[in-house]
């Protein structure tokens, strides 16, 4: 079965960091696009950032531009969002996400891991 598992969620005070993982498992992570998406208490849910198959493509949201970063490491099947600079705007769970551009049909999500950025 697929899976994505996030961790590295928490509270932490505004300012401070995070740094969130997905471990996949079940499909060839090397050749999806993986994702962090998050969604805050009635609010739909947004793309954080993307990094491409092979790294080529990294993309970010405007509201995070700058202080956090996407890297992926295929060897582990990981992907991994370092926050810096946390804001209270930035409170949501925060989900990992695989795609296979070419199929659209092979999209995968993990359960999410809350982030609570408050003083």
């Known amino acids: 079965q697929v899976k994505l598992v996030e961790s590295g969620g928490g509270l932490v005070q505004p300012g401070e960091s995070l740094r969130l993982s997905c471990v996949a498992s079940?499909?060839?992570?090397?050749?999806?696009?993986m994702s962090w998406y998050r969604q805050a208490p009635e609010k739909e849910r947004e793309l954080v950032a993307t990094?491409?198959?092979?790294?080529?493509?990294?993309t970010y949201a405007d509201s995070i531009k700058g202080r956090f970063a996407i890297s992926r490491d295929d060897a582990k099947n990981t992907v991994h969002l370092q926050m810096n600079s946390l804001k209270p705007e930035d409170t949501a769970v925060y989900y990992c996400?695989?795609?296979?551009?070419?199929?659209?049909?092979?999209?995968?999500w993990g359960q999410g891991t809350q982030v609570t950025v408050s003083s």
């Open positions: 990094m491409s198959s092979g790294s080529g493509t990294v």
């Open positions: 079940g499909f060839t992570f090397n050749i999806y696009a």
């Open positions: 996400n695989a795609q296979r551009r070419s199929v659209p049909t092979r999209i995968y």
